[in-house]
């Protein structure tokens, strides 16, 4: 098959990283696969530069941004079409808002046989102004109908859809985000990594891995490390991660008085992002806005115990009471409480480690999130 993917930027994020190993196992079994994206500047990196995928095209559309401008957005609009139209490809898969909605009217219009979406993160949610809100519905709903099949990183992202009436249950499909889950599966403590990170050896210590970015919910990140310190002032916490929110953070933390508590890591590359994890004995994850979080998954696959706020699919890979902690949204006071159940019980962060290994080393495993797009690709065009 001839296929063709189309994300709005290519940074270092699940997205993209989920994209580009579905792209790695579709020329791993012969398919032609291009990727077109729109540029991406700033500190959030580039994942191409960091990790191979595979040889395979890549076309940059300046105008495919993620802002809305309705002048940019149209040129990017005729822009694919001509590309759509130009390539005759036998798939457009398209990935992330803004390159779904756009990429899926244009792919349409080009009369490409196959058009299908992925919905890793939701347009609309509940934190976003009313008008967006009713926006974004309307959008997603306009685009369902100019493509044959949905995916879904989580079961929570259908329901979600499939209530506002984006498009009917049957237009949708779990497919879960794939990853290097048996990196993640070796990957061990390393005392040289945690003093190059500034970490001491034995100190207990808190990961978040996402984007320094606001709807990652670094904002409740601060609070609860505060609170946990009140009670345990040795633990420590690691980003994984950068992004424009990078000085305001360390302003706080130094404002706060905590500073020497935090070390960032910085954009690591994908292939690398286990070692981190690994120097960790849990995850947090508190973002209000989020598919289904791929650093959960990768904590659990390390063998580390989560908790998070139980919004959209994170309540799917952590189990409450099992594999980690769920909290109420917005809830600091729950993640330090629960967090402090975890430091006080190495018995407890190794029970829900090994419990998460076992749900996810091959739930997870790229590979079958490959070939599962791959069968889909195949029956939809053959139904064509």
Known sequence: MKICHVITRLIVGGAQENTLLTIKGHLEKGHEVELATGFSPGREGKLLENAQYGDFPVVEFPDLVREISPWHDLKAYFALKKYFKKNKFDVVH?????AGIIGRMAARAAKVPVVVHT??????????????NRLFIFLERFAAGKCDKIYAVAQAMIDQCVDAKV????????VYSGMDTAAFDRAQRDNALRKKLGIPENALTVVTVARLFA???????????????????DTHFLFVGDGP???????????A???GNFHFAGLVPPDE???YIAQADMLWHLSLHEGLPRAVVQALAVGIPAIGFALDGTPEVIIDGETGFLTAAEDIS????????????????SRFGQAGKKKVLDQFAWRKMADILEDEYAFLLNRK
């Open 245 to 255: 929110m990078y000085d305001e953070l360390t302003e706080k933390l130094q404002t």
């Open 94 to 98: 398209t990935h992330s808002s803004k």
């Open 167 to 174: 498009a009917k249950r049957e237009k949708y499909m779990v």
């Open 273 to 275: 992002v286990a070692s």
């Open 257 to 259: 008085g905590i500073l």
């Open 334 to 349: 729950a993640v330090a409480e629960k967090t402090e159940i975890l430091l006080n019980d190495p018995a407890m962060r």
């Open 119 to 132: 919905v890793h993160g939701q347009a609309f949610h509940p934190y976003q102004s009313r008008l967006k």
């Open 215 to 233: 709807q990652k919910g670094y904002e409740y990140v601060i609070p609860a490390a505060q609170k946990v310190l009140a009670t345990h002032p």
